[in-house]
């Protein structure tokens, strides 16, 4: 297996500009998980689907932000519109019961 | 102005010795442990797990311990190498909390040298 996939790698956009950032979970699991990690606050959850359906989106920050998962192979995670503090590495995860397994993050960078 | 980040724990080690690093967890219903690895410019990785009906688990070179009396995790690496340089993170799943969500600590960067 690929392991979790996520694109772009790195995107650098200007503020005010719409972001979407994309994720192809590990075939077989049924979380998925959307994290934002900055030096500032480390590691958040910021929202996690379970088959497909979202569960907690508490750690969403505002408005802004919105993710969806439209099928168990692909999410997407939407920032519209950005602004330079939502510059951060944002990972994806999935999992099949505790373990999750992490992609190897987008870094975000809003000018 | 300058920026403030998070001041990581620092553990510097030498090649060879063996590692502990400490976590301490906030929740006494929490059921479920792991210990993840980050090297600098990669996701999380997975290192090794423990349900909270063990105290210690075993894995190749790493073993976790836990004290739920004190709600204490931590990890030892034997014969640290210069590849476990990294930052560790603990994260505990809350039994009573929302299925599979990991709570995340705030890690603790290994640096390992020669």
């Known amino acids: 297996d690929a392991g979790v996939i996520q694109s772009p790698r790195h995107e650098v956009t200007e503020m005010g500009q719409e972001v979407t950032l994309r994720c192809k979970p590990i075939?077989?699991?049924?979380?998925l998980f959307w994290y934002r990690q900055t030096m500032m606050r480390g590691l958040e959850l910021l929202i996690y689907?379970?088959?497909?359906?979202?569960?907690?989106d508490s750690g969403m920050p505002e408005d802004r932000f919105s993710a969806k998962m439209p099928n168990a192979s692909f999410s997407t995670l939407k920032i519209q519109p950005s602004e330079p503090r939502d510059s951060a590495v944002y990972f994806c995860?999935?999992?099949?019961?505790?373990?999750?397994?992490f992609g190897p993050g987008t870094r975000l960078t809003v000018t | 102005g300058e920026s403030v980040g998070l001041h990581l724990p620092t553990l510097s080690v030498q090649e060879g010795d063996n590692s502990i690093i400490n976590c301490a967890y906030s929740?006494?219903?929490?059921?479920?442990f792991i210990w993840y690895k980050q090297e600098s410019g990669k996701g999380p990785q997975f290192i090794i797990d423990?349900?909270?009906?063990?105290d210690k688990r075993q894995g190749q070179r790493v073993t976790v311990l836990l004290n739920k009396t004190v709600k204490h995790l931590s990890l030892q690496i034997a014969a640290t190498q210069p590849g476990d340089s990294a930052v560790y993170f603990c994260?505990?799943?809350?039994?009573?909390?929302?299925?599979?969500?990991?709570?995340f600590g705030k890690g603790t960067k290994l640096s390992v040298k020669p």
């Open positions: 995860a999935s999992s099949f019961l505790y373990e999750q397994y």
């Open positions: 075939s077989g699991h049924n979380s």
């Open positions: 689907f379970n088959n497909n359906v979202p569960i907690d």
């Open positions: 929740n006494s219903a929490s059921d479920y």
């Open positions: 423990i349900r909270s009906n063990m």
């Open positions: 994260a505990e799943r809350d039994e009573g909390g929302s299925q599979g969500n990991l709570i």
